[in-house]
């Protein structure tokens, strides 16, 4: 059964740091590109970072670059979301999200809300 548990999320000021973690079990880690994707209250879900293999090159929204950085460890079959400089707007629920050909998973989400 494959599994992807987001953890780290939660309540900070703006310009304050989270670092959200996504542990996959059921998959091979290694062969998956992996995703963060957030949701705002009444909008669609974005994709705000990726990891790709094989070289493990990243790509960012333009909302989000040069604050946020995307990393994986596959020894521990998880990947980070280091959130820097935070804003309001950066408020939702951000999901983890793993890709490899057909195949598509995704996590249940942890809140991050931005707010003073």
């Known amino acids: 059964q494959v599994q992807l548990v987001e953890s780290g999320g939660g309540l900070v000021q703006p310009g304050g740091s989270l670092r959200l973690s996504c542990a996959a079990s059921?998959?091979?880690?290694?062969?998956?590109?992996m995703n963060w994707y957030r949701q705002a209250l009444g909008k669609g879900r974005e994709l705000v970072a990726s990891?790709?293999?094989?070289?493990?090159?990243?790509n960012y929204a333009d909302s989000v670059k040069g604050r946020f950085t995307i990393s994986r460890a596959n020894a521990k079959n998880t990947v980070y979301l280091q959130m820097n400089s935070l804003k309001p707007e950066d408020t939702a629920v951000y999901y983890c999200?793993?890709?490899?050909?057909?195949?598509?998973?995704w996590g249940q989400g942890t809140q991050v809300t931005v707010s003073s």
């Open positions: 059921g998959i091979t880690f290694s062969n998956y590109v």
């Open positions: 999200n793993a890709g490899w050909g057909i195949y598509n998973y």
């Open positions: 990891i790709m293999k094989p070289d493990d090159s990243t």
